[in-house]
């Protein structure tokens, strides 16, 4: 598209985007909210008078993510394979749970921070994610779900909360995902409240430190290892901005009361699950009002790191729980769709390859 994408637009860009074009800039609520409608793809279908569509259309045009696969699982996660307007396809996946639906969302289409255990990794870097593209897979979804009536109630209730832990690492693509985040919190749009929008980082501290200010949303870390050494093995990203860094990071995020940073700890057979991992991981949480998720890894041929046994899961859970910290054991859903990161975007490629 060579004319602007209006979804790429805040609701204030918007309002300067029309005036920089002479047309009526206290349209912009209306038009707004319009693109923030599941099934709404071309300017034709606005609500505007037909010389206004008309002028806008000359200089603007709307995008929109097409499905190109939906796999389902057995527990009722929907995995998208969507594809961009450039061929490249990124995925999202619906997470149902008791009466919540929870969408995760990718941000880059690939990843360029290398983690070890990561499928969308080996994809490596293909590029960042426009404001459009992001906010494109909740409107996509939440056509599939309208379409299959798979919600009753408001648009905004179709979706209960939004995660950033799909492909590619959030933080990278911080102004894009700056204005996404806008858009999808905006009153006059689908009104994700700060409670509802969670974005993972893999440790880009900079850009963490820098994230309350611009904006308001629950945090996540994914840590996966309690001491330097073995994270910078599974994840690159720690020689650059070391644990110790990232935990004063979050010590300093404001939360809001009773609010708490999810730490996300792979669990890898024989490499980070032994008692003394899990003892120092609740060192160096200490003072971090936080909650821990231990995600056992889901194996896979291209990935040589095995799964720990349920008991040495539950050893692990123990330790933490006796240090005082809440934490669950979370097996990732939809395991027969490969729901995990990156697993089918991975085999698209190769089967393309
Ligand atoms: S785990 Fe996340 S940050 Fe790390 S390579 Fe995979 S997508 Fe990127």
């Known amino acids: 598209m060579n004319n602007t994408d209006l979804r790429d637009l805040t609701k204030t860009q918007l309002t300067d985007f029309l005036h920089s074009l002479s047309l009526p800039p206290e349209r912009a609520p209306q038009i707004f909210s319009q693109l923030q409608r599941p099934g709404l793809h071309n300017i034709e279908q606005l609500e505007l008078k037909k010389d206004l569509r008309k ?64 499928l969308t990794a080996g994809l490596g870097f293909k590029r960042n994610l426009r404001p459009a593209e992001i906010v494109g897979q909740v409107l996509a979804v939440m056509e599939d779900m309208l379409r299959n009536k798979m919600r009753n109630g408001r648009l905004r209730e179709l979706i209960n909360n939004l995660v950033f832990m799909g492909m590619g690492e959030p933080l990278a693509n911080y102004d894009h995902l700056l204005t996404a985040l806008h858009i999808l919190m905006d009153q006059q749009g689908l009104e994700f409240t700060r409670r509802r929008i969670t974005v993972s980082t893999c440790g880009l501290t900079p850009a963490l430190q820098r994230l309350p200010n611009a904006v308001k949303v629950n945090l996540a870390i994914s840590l996966h290892a309690a001491d330097n050494d073995l994270r910078n093995q599974l994840m690159p990203v720690n020689r650059r901005y070391p644990l110790d860094d990232l935990l004063a990071a979050c010590r300093a995020y404001p939360l809001p009361r009773k609010g708490v940073i999810l730490f996300a700890y792979l669990m890898l057979k024989g490499i980070n ?50 240090a005082g910290y809440t934490t669950m054991i979370r097996d990732s859903r939809g395991g027969d769709i490969s729901a995990a990161c990156g697993q089918l975007a991975l085999r698209e490629a190769k089967a393309r390859a």
């Open 55 to 118: 002028r806008l259309g000359a200089h603007a045009g709307l995008s929109r993510l097409r499905i190109k696969e939906i796999e389902i699982s057995a527990d009722g996660t929907r995995k998208y394979i969507l594809r961009l307007a450039d061929g490249l396809l990124i995925e999202s996946v619906l997470i149902p749970g008791r009466g919540r639906h929870t969408l995760c969302l990718s941000s880059q289409a690939g990843c360029a921070m290398g983690c070890k255990f990561c």
């Open 273 to 322: 699950d032994q008692p003394a991992a899990a003892r120092a991981l609740a060192e160096k949480l200490t003072g971090i009002p936080c909650r821990i998720n231990l995600l056992p890894f889901n194996e896979s041929r291209e990935l040589p790191y095995k799964r720990p046994g349920g008991e040495t899961i539950n050893e692990f859970r123990t330790i933490l729980q006796q």
